[in-house]
C-alpha cells in the first residue's frame, strides 16, 4: 500500500512540474520575436575567468534552435547547455584562451516555443580574457531575395596563406548572421587582414558546401588601431557551378537530324562545328557533319545536320573541348555516347520556331531589328524576294538587310525608318528558303502583322555614374520591381560619366551598376575557392518610379 502511495505521490509530482512550464493559452496570436533580455558576463567584460556566459529570453525559446545558432569567435567547441525556464546557461568544456576577446554570437535562426517567430537581428556579447576588449567593426548588407538568415564567414588572414585558404574545409573565425533586411555586424575584431564570405549554410555545419550553398565574396578588409570600423560591405550570392557540362541525350530525330541535349549551357563562344564528331562503335569511318545550330540563346540544345546515316547503326557521338558559363570542360567520362541512326526520311521543309514579331501584341520600335529562328539549318540565296515589310495601309514594300547569326537563325533590320504608330506586316515567301537538301514550302507566302509603338508611351531613367575607381567595363541593370514578369533592362556604360535607360514600361524600378570584368554582361558573386572576388556593384538608394513621357533625371551614383 504504501508503495502505491508512493508511486502516486511521485506521478502528482511530475504532473505538477510539467504543468508549471506549460505556455499560457488563448489571447491573440504571438507575433513579436523573442529577444536576450538579460545575459551573463556583462558586455565588454576584461579579464573574465569564469567558465559559462549565461542568457535570459523574454520569453520561451525552442532550446534546439539557441543551441544550434549560438557561434563562438574565436570557436569554442566543446559546451554544455543547462536550461532553466526561459535562461540559459553555457557551460565551456575547455579552458580559454589567454588574453583572448572572445565573441558569443546568437543567430537569427533562434524562434520562440509558441508560433516559431524567430528573433529579429542577432544578438552579440564580447568579453575579454585579458586586459583589453578588441574594438575592430565591419558591417554591411547581403541583397537577396530572402535576405535573413545568411551566414557571414570571416577569416583573420594575418597568420594564414591565402592561396590555400577553403571554406570547404576550415571554420571561419569569426561568424555573425544577416537580420531580416540583410544587414550585419562583426563587432570586437582585432587589428588585421579579413576575408569575408556571405554563406547560406544549408547544412548549418559553418562550412561552405558547393553547390549547395549559395555564396557571395568581396574585396578583403583591413583594420588597424588607426581604422578599426569598415561599414558598407556588400554581398550578392549566386550558387556556384563546379560541375562540368555532360551529354544527357542524344535522338535521331531523322536520317539526316541529330538532337544532342547538354546537362548546362555552354559558353557559345568554345562550340564549333569541329566540336562534334560521329563516328562507328569502333571510330574508325565518321558520319559527316554538315552544320549544326543551337536549339536556344541557352546553349543547352543543338541539332546537327548530317550525311544520310544508316538504319539501325549504331554510332558515337564525341564532344570535345566545349566549357560551360563557368569554364568547366566537358566531362571526359560523359563526353561520349551511343545511339540508333534513323530510318525515317528527312521531308520535312524549314519552319519558323521562332518570330519576334509574331506576337502582335509585342512591344516593337521603328529601330528595332527582327529576329527569326528556324526549325532547321536554312539557304537563302534571294534576301529581298525571301523577306519584306508591307505598309499596311498603301502596301508599299520596305526592304530588309539580312544577318545570318547562324544557319538557322537570322536577323532582319529595316532599310527604311518604320513609322510610329504605323501598321505593317512582315512577309516570308518561302519558296525562297530551302534547307540544305533543297526542301522548302510550297510557293506561299505568310504576313506577321505588326504595330509600331509610340515611344512617348514609356520613360526613361537619366542620370550619371562616378564608377568605382577603376577603369573596367560597365553595366547598369533597371528592374520593375511591379512587374516580375518584365526582364531587366541592361546597358554598357563607361566607368565616369552619363547614362540613358530608355523605352522603359512604367512601373517602380531598382537600378543596380556593376563591373562587368568579364564581358559576360552579368553580375558574377565571385568564387570561394580558388578564390576570385565578387564584382563591384552598387544599388542606387531609392526606387524610382516611371511614367509615360515623363523623364526620370537626377540620378547620380555617388
Given at each position: 500500500m504504501k508503495f502505491k502511495q508512493s508511486i502516486v505521490f511521485f506521478v502528482t509530482l511530475l504532473l505538477i512540474g510539467c504543468?508549471?512550464?506549460?505556455?499560457?493559452?488563448?489571447?491573440?496570436?504571438?507575433?513579436?520575436?523573442?529577444?536576450?533580455?538579460?545575459?551573463?558576463?556583462?558586455?565588454?567584460?576584461?579579464?573574465?575567468?569564469?567558465?559559462?556566459?549565461?542568457?535570459?529570453?523574454?520569453?520561451?525559446?525552442?532550446?534546439?534552435?539557441?543551441e544550434e545558432a549560438l557561434f563562438f569567435s574565436?570557436?569554442?567547441?566543446?559546451?554544455?547547455?543547462?536550461?532553466?525556464?526561459?535562461?540559459?546557461?553555457?557551460?565551456?568544456?575547455?579552458?580559454?584562451?589567454?588574453?583572448?576577446?572572445?565573441?558569443?554570437?546568437?543567430?537569427?535562426?533562434?524562434k520562440d516555443f509558441r508560433n516559431g517567430n524567430r528573433m529579429a537581428s542577432s544578438f552579440t556579447i564580447a568579453f575579454s580574457t585579458g586586459e583589453k576588449i578588441d574594438k575592430g567593426i565591419i558591417s554591411g548588407t547581403v541583397f537577396d531575395e530572402k535576405p535573413d538568415g545568411i551566414m557571414i564567414f570571416s577569416y583573420r588572414m594575418n597568420d594564414i596563406l591565402a592561396d590555400t585558404l577553403n571554406p570547404v574545409h576550415t571554420h571561419p573565425d569569426y561568424?555573425?548572421?544577416?537580420?531580416?533586411?540583410?544587414?550585419?555586424?562583426?563587432?570586437?575584431?582585432?587589428?588585421?587582414?579579413?576575408?569575408?564570405?556571405?554563406?547560406?549554410?544549408?547544412?548549418?555545419?559553418?562550412?561552405?558546401?558547393?553547390?549547395?550553398?549559395?555564396?557571395?565574396?568581396?574585396?578583403?578588409?583591413?583594420?588597424?588601431?588607426?581604422?578599426?570600423?569598415?561599414?558598407?560591405?556588400?554581398?550578392?550570392?549566386?550558387?556556384?557551378?563546379?560541375?562540368?557540362?555532360?551529354?544527357?541525350s542524344i535522338q535521331a530525330l531523322d536520317n539526316k537530324h541529330i538532337s544532342v541535349t547538354l546537362s548546362e549551357s555552354l559558353d557559345s563562344l568554345s562550340v564549333k562545328k569541329e566540336s562534334f564528331r560521329i563516328s562507328d562503335t569502333l571510330g574508325t569511318v565518321e558520319l559527316p557533319i554538315k552544320t549544326f545550330f543551337p536549339g536556344s540563346e541557352q546553349y543547352t540544345q543543338f541539332t546537327l545536320v548530317t550525311d544520310k546515316q544508316k538504319d539501325k547503326e549504331t554510332y558515337l557521338l564525341s564532344i570535345a573541348g566545349v566549357k560551360d558559363l563557368s569554364g568547366y570542360e566537358i566531362n571526359p567520362l560523359a563526353k561520349q555516347k551511343l545511339f540508333t541512326g534513323s530510318n525515317l526520311a528527312d521531308t520535312i521543309p524549314p519552319r519558323i520556331a521562332l518570330n519576334t514579331v509574331k506576337d502582335s501584341m509585342a512591344m516593337f520600335f521603328s529601330d528595332d531589328s527582327i529576329t527569326l529562328q528556324?526549325?532547321?539549318?536554312v539557304r537563302i540565296e534571294k534576301v529581298d524576294s525571301a523577306f519584306g515589310v508591307i505598309k499596311r495601309n498603301d502596301s508599299s514594300f520596305i526592304g530588309l538587310n539580312a544577318i545570318q547569326k547562324n544557319p538557322a537563325k537570322y536577323i532582319?533590320?529595316?532599310?527604311?525608318?518604320?513609322g510610329i504608330n504605323q501598321k505593317y506586316s512582315l512577309k516570308i515567301r518561302w519558296k525562297f528558303i530551302e534547307d540544305l537538301f533543297g526542301h522548302h514550302e510550297k510557293d506561299s507566302t505568310t504576313y506577321f502583322p505588326f504595330t509600331i509603338i509610340d515611344p512617348e508611351q514609356f520613360g526613361n531613367i537619366d542620370g550619371s555614374f562616378a564608377g568605382f575607381g577603376k577603369k573596367s567595363p560597365m553595366m547598369i541593370q533597371a528592374e520593375n520591381i511591379a512587374n516580375k514578369n518584365q526582364l531587366p533592362k541592361m546597358i554598357h556604360i563607361s566607368s565616369f560619366g552619363k547614362f540613358s535607360i530608355v523605352r522603359l514600361p512604367e512601373g517602380q524600378y531598382v537600378l543596380k551598376a556593376f563591373s562587368d570584368d568579364n564581358n559576360n554582361q552579368r553580375h558574377d558573386a565571385g568564387k570561394i575557392f580558388p578564390y576570385h572576388c565578387g564584382e563591384q556593384f552598387k544599388y542606387y538608394p531609392d526606387t524610382l518610379r516611371v511614367r509615360a513621357r515623363w523623364p526620370v533625371d537626377g540620378v547620380f551614383f555617388k
Amino acid at each position: 500500500m504504501k508503495f502505491k502511495q508512493s508511486i502516486v505521490f511521485f506521478v502528482t509530482l511530475l504532473l505538477i512540474g510539467c504543468a508549471g512550464q506549460r505556455m499560457p493559452e488563448g489571447g491573440p496570436p504571438d507575433t513579436i520575436p523573442p529577444e536576450v533580455i538579460s545575459v551573463y558576463p556583462a558586455p565588454n567584460t576584461i579579464n573574465f575567468s569564469d567558465n559559462k556566459i549565461v542568457l535570459e529570453f523574454s520569453e520561451y525559446v525552442d532550446r534546439r534552435s539557441v543551441e544550434e545558432a549560438l557561434f563562438f569567435s574565436p570557436a569554442i567547441r566543446d559546451v554544455e547547455f543547462d536550461w532553466s525556464g526561459t535562461e540559459v546557461s553555457i557551460i565551456f568544456q575547455e579552458a580559454l584562451r589567454k588574453n583572448t576577446t572572445y565573441v558569443a554570437t546568437l543567430g537569427t535562426d533562434v524562434k520562440d516555443f509558441r508560433n516559431g517567430n524567430r528573433m529579429a537581428s542577432s544578438f552579440t556579447i564580447a568579453f575579454s580574457t585579458g586586459e583589453k576588449i578588441d574594438k575592430g567593426i565591419i558591417s554591411g548588407t547581403v541583397f537577396d531575395e530572402k535576405p535573413d538568415g545568411i551566414m557571414i564567414f570571416s577569416y583573420r588572414m594575418n597568420d594564414i596563406l591565402a592561396d590555400t585558404l577553403n571554406p570547404v574545409h576550415t571554420h571561419p573565425d569569426y561568424i555573425t548572421q544577416t537580420g531580416k533586411t540583410g544587414k550585419f555586424t562583426l563587432t570586437n575584431l582585432a587589428d588585421g587582414t579579413y576575408r569575408l564570405f556571405a554563406v547560406r549554410d544549408e547544412y548549418r555545419n559553418l562550412l561552405y558546401d558547393p553547390e549547395v550553398d549559395d555564396a557571395g565574396t568581396t574585396n578583403d578588409v583591413l583594420l588597424s588601431a588607426a581604422d578599426t570600423m569598415k561599414s558598407g560591405i556588400q554581398f550578392i550570392l549566386a550558387k556556384e557551378d563546379t560541375t562540368p557540362p555532360r551529354i544527357v541525350s542524344i535522338q535521331a530525330l531523322d536520317n539526316k537530324h541529330i538532337s544532342v541535349t547538354l546537362s548546362e549551357s555552354l559558353d557559345s563562344l568554345s562550340v564549333k562545328k569541329e566540336s562534334f564528331r560521329i563516328s562507328d562503335t569502333l571510330g574508325t569511318v565518321e558520319l559527316p557533319i554538315k552544320t549544326f545550330f543551337p536549339g536556344s540563346e541557352q546553349y543547352t540544345q543543338f541539332t546537327l545536320v548530317t550525311d544520310k546515316q544508316k538504319d539501325k547503326e549504331t554510332y558515337l557521338l564525341s564532344i570535345a573541348g566545349v566549357k560551360d558559363l563557368s569554364g568547366y570542360e566537358i566531362n571526359p567520362l560523359a563526353k561520349q555516347k551511343l545511339f540508333t541512326g534513323s530510318n525515317l526520311a528527312d521531308t520535312i521543309p524549314p519552319r519558323i520556331a521562332l518570330n519576334t514579331v509574331k506576337d502582335s501584341m509585342a512591344m516593337f520600335f521603328s529601330d528595332d531589328s527582327i529576329t527569326l529562328q528556324f526549325t532547321d539549318a536554312v539557304r537563302i540565296e534571294k534576301v529581298d524576294s525571301a523577306f519584306g515589310v508591307i505598309k499596311r495601309n498603301d502596301s508599299s514594300f520596305i526592304g530588309l538587310n539580312a544577318i545570318q547569326k547562324n544557319p538557322a537563325k537570322y536577323i532582319l533590320k529595316p532599310l527604311s525608318a518604320l513609322g510610329i504608330n504605323q501598321k505593317y506586316s512582315l512577309k516570308i515567301r518561302w519558296k525562297f528558303i530551302e534547307d540544305l537538301f533543297g526542301h522548302h514550302e510550297k510557293d506561299s507566302t505568310t504576313y506577321f502583322p505588326f504595330t509600331i509603338i509610340d515611344p512617348e508611351q514609356f520613360g526613361n531613367i537619366d542620370g550619371s555614374f562616378a564608377g568605382f575607381g577603376k577603369k573596367s567595363p560597365m553595366m547598369i541593370q533597371a528592374e520593375n520591381i511591379a512587374n516580375k514578369n518584365q526582364l531587366p533592362k541592361m546597358i554598357h556604360i563607361s566607368s565616369f560619366g552619363k547614362f540613358s535607360i530608355v523605352r522603359l514600361p512604367e512601373g517602380q524600378y531598382v537600378l543596380k551598376a556593376f563591373s562587368d570584368d568579364n564581358n559576360n554582361q552579368r553580375h558574377d558573386a565571385g568564387k570561394i575557392f580558388p578564390y576570385h572576388c565578387g564584382e563591384q556593384f552598387k544599388y542606387y538608394p531609392d526606387t524610382l518610379r516611371v511614367r509615360a513621357r515623363w523623364p526620370v533625371d537626377g540620378v547620380f551614383f555617388k
